[in-house]
């Protein structure tokens, strides 16, 4: 069917731009005459462009084809460490020459039941902040209901949930608390902001101590794994290539970039250690050592056309264009405002290290 489909379609472009004169053709059918008509030639200069264009088109196979010859140099040369974000408290894996990939052995599960315990009191506010002072609109009354339901489930066994004894306590109050806002809610069928608030001043120690023991477990595992990376890989870990990818929300105290970088030093950073953004928080570490191997394999492209292997690594138009704002603010009487230049191969952290007022951690939150 779809054979023919194909060939009813061949025929109408044919008889639509079928060079026969018209005396001789056959009159269309009318069903035809919709669809039929000379084909428009383009220009000489949208032809001209589409050829020019088609250039950078076709580059894009091109560097797919070399970056699979690339990737298979660079692991045939070096190891590589890919720290990727996962909500088990990340995945870190081991490449090495002539060895298949070494998966480091997932976070205690202890991470994620703290994990948990937080997100579940920022989970009710995502209930209840669309409500506030809205007695007419009862539309989280059913959420409501089905996430205490899971509350007090989770509350009967968290006597037996992986974790320190002495963490039992502070994870049972942050279920207990959730439980009582949310039947006080249900209770009085409105949601406050007085009551919100309240709630939220209530919480704030107790996710605090789950947030910093998340914190510890997945700093202690990573690092363990590392120590012995490390020992095992001997000289050749200074030949080695990290990466770890975040968003942007993740992207200030990345906590798997910060691990890999005290292993492999500041003069690392951004040469053989790289922060890659991605577009979720999970990506695949496939498409991790793609995006590792383009920006190893640009260097070449900077050395040789224009004498600095780390160009690549910026904006290549960034400079002239950094130029062009320049000329364009003055140009309507205003103060360009633009960061710092930066040279080229800087190590410096890739993520805001300039100081200012206000908070920059939880422990500044008072």
């Known amino acids: 069917m779809m054979k023919r489909a194909f060939v009813g379609f061949a025929l109408v472009a044919a008889v639509g731009a079928s060079t026969v004169p018209a005396a001789a053709e056959t009159a269309l059918p009318a069903y035809m005459k919709p669809i039929s008509g000379p084909p428009q030639s383009p220009s000489a200069q949208e032809l001209a462009n589409r050829n020019v264009l088609q250039l950078n088109t076709s580059m894009f196979s091109l560097y797919e084809d070399a970056g699979k010859v690339f ?60 409500y506030l002072d809205a007695p007419g609109d009862t539309s989280w009354v059913a959420p409501m209901r089905g996430y205490l339901t899971e509350m007090k489930i989770a509350l009967e066994g968290i006597g037996s949930a992986e974790m320190p004894d002495d963490w039992r306590e502070n994870s049972r109050a942050i279920l207990q608390n959730n439980i009582s806002f949310m039947e006080d809610c249900l209770a009085k069928g409105v949601i406050s902001l007085d009551a919100v608030q ?15 023991w998340a914190a510890q477990t997945q700093v202690k595992h990573w690092m363990g794994v590392l120590d012995g990376w490390k020992q095992d890989l001997g000289g050749s870990f200074d030949l080695a290539y990290g990466a770890s990818n975040t968003i942007y929300v993740a992207r200030q105290n990345n906590v798997l970039f910060s691990v890999l970088a005290q292993y492999f030093g500041e003069e690392a950073i951004n040469d053989r250690l790289m922060l890659i953004e991605t577009i979720s928080f999970t990506t695949t570490p496939d498409d ?36 062009a704002i320049v000329s364009e603010m003055q140009a309507r009487g205003k103060a360009p405002f633009l960061p710092p230049q930066v040279p080229f191969g800087s190590n410096q952290w890739p993520a805001l290290i300039s100081g200012g007022a206000g908070a920059a951690s939880l422990d500044d939150i008072h």
């Not at 997932?106 to 209840?128: D, F, N, R």
């Not at 709630?199 to 704030?204: E, N, T, V, Y």
């Not at 780390?310 to 130029?323: F, I, S, T, V």
């Open 71 to 130: 990737r298979r140099n660079i692991l045939a040369k070096h190891p590589i460490i890919l720290g990727l974000f996962s909500g088990s408290g990340g995945r870190m894996i081991l490449y090495r020459p002539g060895l298949p990939p070494l998966e480091a052995p997932s976070v205690p599960k202890v991470y994620q039941v703290m994990k948990s315990l937080g997100h579940s009191t920022m989970a009710i506010s995502e209930v209840v902040l669309p």
């Open 198 to 212: 309240t709630f939220a001043k209530l919480q704030a120690p107790f996710l605090r101590h789950a947030i910093a």
């Open 288 to 323: 991790m050592l793609t995006s590792l191997v383009r920006i190893i394999s640009d260097r070449s492209v900077g050395g040789l056309f224009f004498n600095n292997s780390r160009l690549m690594d910026y904006e290549l138009m960034g400079g002239d264009a950094r130029k």
